[in-house]
């Protein structure tokens, strides 16, 4: 037997209900759960609703995710939560922990210092580089020894970023028009495909690595708390589907939050001080891409909310106008990390290739590989050696040309599955070595510039 919410509220917001003496009792209802806030605690029951990504329909199911919520939360806050009470009937009325038969279940906390909220301190200014530092080595540490396993890995691996990716987009394209315009979707959805598809490989081994976790799956600034000791908690206890993942794309949330709240420098400060912490270094690309991917949904779940019947006209607006917001930071995010450019410069010895090429790296932060250069070390020669052989012979011959200019295209592949830009300095004369680097492109989804001489 389910209770009705209306009765729930009515005879649990008595001070007789609760364990403890109360007088002051606030209650806040979200779309699954309905929470009892007194001075020093909080009591959260969840209402009998079935999303489909979650099912609280029977008082078992509410025992079992109750359970599951403290146990998975004593992860990062073991103090914060204190276990399961039953909702018991004695009389004709409902309280928290009574003698009576249990018809429901709470999830029993203590009350969180509100005023250190992270959002609340963030409003105030008062969030110092310091504090952020503290809650990237908390997460680096809680996901260096979350658990992983084959059943994890199968679960949120590669296959994963697949669906959840595809779901989105097909679950927000009928909101085109109303909370992103087309051109916005286009982008996302062309940016998340190429990403997901040239990075296959990248997916794969992140896999193989360990690297895909039991993690918290909404960790975002409305569940951190920036006390002595600093709580993370409220992690998704509902789906294992959106808490098993890879660590990044679970940190990445953070991190898309503080740049929606217009602190940048934060996000980056969090970012840089995680990936160190972990040991992550050079995964920025992908990093970034589950940020992207994190904006998306938060688009896609305030963009539900202002269509909800059950909302309110002016908070159905205000979900609108966050979703335009997520959808349109991760467009500038997608923008950020558009796949990387091979610019190839074409032309006769003492063009001034070299020249520009030096000067274009400089400019916009690209990787040099010169044909010059891969040669001398092909040959075994100091790059900086000038050797004078006749044109055509010795280490300009055919044979040994070709084999440079494969060379060439095997390094910048390998840099620009990196993430990094590169520019080729080259004559490039033979059309077959053009057509190597166009190649080299397309197998990375790469942008191709052609410049000549």
Not at 125 to 132: F, L, N, R, S
Not at 136 to 158: D, M, Y
Not at 392 to 413: N, Q
Not at 421 to 448: M, Q, W
Request: aromatic share 10%; charged share 30%; with cysteine.
């Amino acid at each position: 037997m389910n209770i009705p919410t209306e009765r729930l509220i009515r005879e649990l917001s008595r001070p007789e209900a609760f364990p403890e003496t109360t007088r002051d009792i606030r209650v806040v209802q979200t779309h699954i759960s309905v929470i009892f806030i007194t001075e020093n605690r909080v009591y959260k029951v969840k209402k009998p609703v079935d999303f489909g990504f979650l099912d609280f329909t029977t008082p078992e199911k509410r025992l079992r995710f109750c359970t599951e919520e403290v146990e998975l939360n004593r992860r990062l806050s073991p103090d914060l939560y204190l276990g399961v009470l039953p909702v018991t009937e004695e009389g004709d009325l409902l309280r928290f922990g009574g003698s009576g038969p249990a018809l429901d279940y709470a999830v029993l906390m203590n009350r969180l210092q509100e005023d250190r909220l992270l959002p609340i301190l963030l409003e105030k200014h008062e969030v110092t580089p310091e504090m952020i530092e503290r809650v990237a080595a908390k997460v680096a540490r809680f996901h260096l020894q979350a658990a992983t396993s084959p059943e994890i890995t199968r679960i949120g691996g590669s296959d994963a970023i697949h669906t959840n990716t595809e779901e989105n987009f097909e679950q927000i394209q009928p909101y085109i028009g109303h909370t992103l315009s087309q051109a916005t979707f286009d982008l996302l959805a062309d940016f998340t495909r190429t990403f997901r598809d040239v990075n296959r490989e990248l997916f794969l081994r992140r896999e193989s690595e360990g690297w895909i976790r039991d993690g918290h799956g909404d960790l975002h600034t409305q569940h951190i708390c920036l006390t002595g000791d600093i709580q993370i908690y409220d992690c998704i206890e509902f789906n294992r589907r959106f808490r098993y993942s890879d660590v990044l794309c679970d940190a990445a949330f953070l991190a898309m939050d503080l740049r929606m709240k217009g602190r940048k420098d934060l996000a980056d400060l969090y970012t840089r001080k995680y990936l160190e912490f972990t040991g992550q270094g050079g995964t920025e690309a992908l990093y970034n891409f589950y940020a992207c991917y994190r904006a998306v949904v938060r688009g896609k779940v305030e963009g539900f909310r202002s269509r909800d019947p059950d909302v309110n006209e002016k908070e159905a607006q205000r979900a609108a106008e966050d979703a335009r917001g997520f959808f349109h930071l991760a467009g500038e995010l997608a923008r950020a990390i558009t796949p990387p450019g091979l610019i190839i410069t074409c032309g006769l010895m003492g063009s001034g290739k070299s020249s520009l090429a030096a000067g274009l790296a400089e400019k916009f932060d690209l990787e040099v590989i010169s044909t010059d250069r891969v040669r001398k070390e092909l040959a075994g020669m100091d790059p900086l050696e000038s050797k004078h052989v006749p044109y055509g012979g010795d280490i300009y011959s055919s044979e040994f040309t070709d084999r440079t200019y494969r060379e060439l295209s095997a390094r910048s592949e390998a840099l620009l599955k990196s993430g990094a830009s590169v520019i080729l300095d080259g004559t490039f004369l033979n059309p077959g070595y053009r057509s190597l680097a166009t190649e080299t492109a397309r197998k990375t989804g790469s942008h191709c510039i052609f410049i000549y001489l």
